[in-house]
């Protein structure tokens, strides 16, 4: 009789359990909108990896939004990838949550000239104002110096 009851109760707990960790997947707009860091990875020699993150660093919505570029992947929220079709001009993006796998984002980009990380950067930015909404505007820092008095004559 003990046995049979610790072998209901082992049962009901890993029941219990089991539906506890199938919980959803967040949508697109709440993994977008809860990261924080990037991890960028270009798999074209046409353009470094190094130039997307200076073109999305550039971004003031990327500063706004308190966003990060992070050299580990491991700490990454969402990976940025780019790829170059072959024989083409066309570039093709993808940024992924790394934790659930996710596809939140891609696009291409059709470009001849060497400004391809300049244009996925921007393309990046505004599909994430979709998720975000635009970034609160920014005062400009304006200091008083106490004693500083400018009159016309």
Known sequence: MFKRFIFFLLVTVSVIGFAQSSSRIP???E???RARSFYVESHTFLMKREQLESSLLGHPEFKAWDLQITNRKDLADLLVRVR???FTAIFT???TDRETQTVV???EVHQIEGLVHASVA???IDKMKKFRGAPPVQQQN???????TKTSH
């Open 105 to 107: 984002m891609s696009g």
């Open 31 to 33: 993994l977008v909108s």
């Open 122 to 124: 921007r393309e990046i």
């Open 142 to 148: 304006t200091q008083t110096v106490p004693g500083d």
């Open 27 to 29: 949508d697109n707009k």
């Open 84 to 86: 170059r079709i072959p």
């Open 93 to 95: 993006y993808a940024v």
